[in-house]
């Protein structure tokens, strides 16, 4: 990897990490408060995902990728992406809403916490691979 690539990679990992902490604070803000106000896990991280998950992806299309294209190159394979992670992130909150006995809040830490370095991975590596990197 050339010196250019890495400080490119080091510079789109920051952006990254940037839109992923306001979307993770989106997502915790909205879950949490459907908690509080009265909803299950399971339903509270279904609206909060949806909401969080619109952001983040207009944020790291623009922001960190840079991309300026329509969405026809980039918007099926991040559909992909995120069916897959909210697959997961779905069964890691089901399971442990009906399988443990770990608080509502608890859980949804948890899903907080899982969801950043998944994406970062996913993300990076296919959905906004461009050709030649």
């Known amino acids: 990897m050339q010196v250019q690539s890495i400080k490119e990679f080091l510079f789109r990992t920051i952006r990254f990490g940037l839109v992923g902490i306001l979307a993770t604070v989106l997502y915790a803000v909205i879950s949490f408060a459907g908690v509080f106000l009265g909803l299950s896990a399971v339903m509270a991280h279904i ?7 619109a952001a ?7 922001y960190t990728f840079g991309i300026q294209s329509q969405h026809r190159e980039f918007g099926p394979k991040f559909v992909i992406a995120t069916l ?5 992130q779905f069964l ?3 399971g442990l809403a009906t399988y443990s006995d770990l608080q509502d809040y608890f859980i949804l830490s948890l899903s907080t916490l899982y969801y950043p370095p998944a994406s970062f991975l996913v993300h990076t590596f296919w959905t906004f691979k461009t050709k030649g990197e």
């Open 92 to 94: 890691l909150v089901y």
């Open 84 to 88: 897959f992670l909210a697959g997961s």
């Open 47 to 53: 609206i909060a995902y949806a909401i969080s998950i």
């Open 56 to 62: 983040s992806y207009f944020g790291q299309k623009s």
